[in-house]
């Protein structure tokens, strides 16, 4: 019944949001070089990798170093990036991982394989479900970037502290994955986005 949910929202997301897709796009285009879609290598169910897709929010290349971002203004993100990223309108291409059946729109956020081969037996549960777009550890963290930023060792605070609480969050949802925590995940979401 999730996997219906996901279709059904997920293309209706992408035909309602196409006229938000085209204008997002457009201010990246004309902001700064390179292209206006990003992908990166994550790590799926079961371990599987696959390309997810987001705005770009960065400078092209701004990859090749650290892999996370810190603090609200990060050198390497641009000026219209971070309004993006601020509104989370950067995952919204994410819509199409979940429309071809890579993602749910509720799940553990996918990471990138440098952190998955971290993972301890324990905390490999979340690769047995589908990754999401949004969970109860994207709720709790929305502020992450900012965290990290005030942090001497930002990866270290990522890996020891964060990631396992994280982790922890996800398997709120693993435990009990129901359509009541479906929409309740998606309500919660929607409402810290506002109030942010």
Same mark, same amino acid.
């Given at each position: ?64 170093? &650290? *892999? ?8 390497? %993100?641009?000026?219209?990036?971070? /309004? !993006?990223?601020?509104?989370? @309108? ?65 990866? &270290? *605070? ?8 994280? %982790?922890?969050?996800?398997?709120? /949802? !693993?435990?009990?994955?129901? @359509? ?17």
């Amino acid at each position: 019944m999730i996997r219906f949910f996901d279709i059904l929202l997920s293309a209706l997301g992408l035909l309602l949001l196409s006229p938000v897709f085209l204008m997002i796009y457009l201010c990246i285009r004309l902001s700064s070089r390179g292209p206006g879609f990003y992908s990166q290598k994550r790590i799926g169910k079961d371990g599987v990798p696959f390309r997810l897709y987001k705005f770009r929010t960065m400078r092209t290349g701004s990859d090749k170093g &650290r *892999l996370i971002t810190v603090g609200g203004k990060d050198s390497r %993100i641009t000026k219209v990036g971070y /309004y !993006i990223r601020k509104y989370k @309108l950067d995952e919204l291409p994410q819509l199409w991982n979940v429309f071809i059946g890579e993602m749910s729109l509720v799940g553990p956020r996918p990471e990138v394989e440098k952190y998955v081969n971290l993972y301890t037996p324990s905390q490999r549960v979340v690769l047995t479900v589908k990754p999401g777009i949004t969970d109860y550890a994207s709720i709790a963290y929305s502020e992450e970037n900012i965290i990290l930023g005030q942090s001497d060792n930002p990866e &270290r *605070l990522y890996i020891e502290e964060i990631m396992p609480k994280k %982790i922890d969050y996800n398997l709120q /949802y !693993i435990n009990n994955r129901t @359509l009541k925590e479906y929409f309740k995940i998606i309500f919660l979401t929607f409402t810290k986005i506002i109030t942010h």
